[in-house]
């Protein structure tokens, strides 16, 4: 089975890195385009192995599962370069392009395409973030036209970059807010943490390291105890103790509803 990844940039190069450390593909098996020579001479240096093209359409005419990685606005032009290659009856296509519905990407795909018994693409939208590239990626997917064993392959491509959750279309730009968007929010927490230690006294290493396990053991608590945050932050609140000092202070200061203004601001 061969995947080509059409825009090896940042979030495509990503993806192909993380697929080339799974248990799915071999980096033989991952086809990489993209516009720039310098884009694709890294992803070289990382991995020899890696197909690397300038060609969307040879790649095309190469892959089971087509991934188009490309910004939103490009997403037409590079399915119209291709479409006229593709065989709806055996491969893929998966789009990671955010805000280009279902709806859209059909039209693009069958647009002047001119049979009758044209078959009907089976089409992915997948919303990774960036953390797909070790292989800790929160990962939604929405499929349209799929058969159950078209869905289960594509879950456990992207279960093996991390954790992929099937949703219903309606909720991919809430997904993306939340996932996409916000491993950059759980970053600026972790950097504003890190400020602080620096402030308490840390040199900035001492402080990454201090924040940066904290963190960690926080969602590990989390993921083995299968409890919610609030049960484990009642665990260190102790009556009159300088957590729930500290947790009030950061209340007053809108913590809280600035992380949701935030979510919802980026839908």
Known sequence: MKIAIIGAGNIGGAIARGLAKGSIFKASDIICTDRSTETLDKLKQINPEFRLLQDNQEAARQADIIMIAVKPWVVESIIDE?????????????????????????????????????????????????????????????????????????????????????????????????????????????????????????????????????????????????TNPEMEIDKVTTPGGITIKGLNEMELSGFTSSVIRGLKASK
């Open 82 to 226: 291709i479409k006229h290659l593709l065989d709806f009856e055996r491969q893929i296509i998966i789009s990671v392009a955010a805000g280009i519905t279902f709806d859209l990407l059909s039209s693009y795909l069958t647009k002047n395409i001119d049979s009758e018994s044209l078959a009907t693409p089976t089409i992915f939208r997948v919303i990774p973030n960036t953390a797909i590239e070790v292989l800790n990626s929160m990962t939604f997917v929405s499929a349209r036209n799929a058969s159950q064993e078209q869905t289960e392959l594509v879950i456990r491509i992207f279960n093996d970059l991390g954790n992929a959750m099937l949703i219903e279309e309606r909720l991919m730009t809430a997904g993306t807010a939340l996932a996409s968007s916000g491993i950059a929010f759980a970053l600026r927490y972790i950097r504003a943490a890190i400020e602080g230690g620096v402030e308490l006294g840390f040199y900035p290493k001492e402080a990454q390291e201090i924040v940066l396990h904290t963190v960690k053991g926080a969602v590990e608590l989390l993921l083995e105890n299968k």
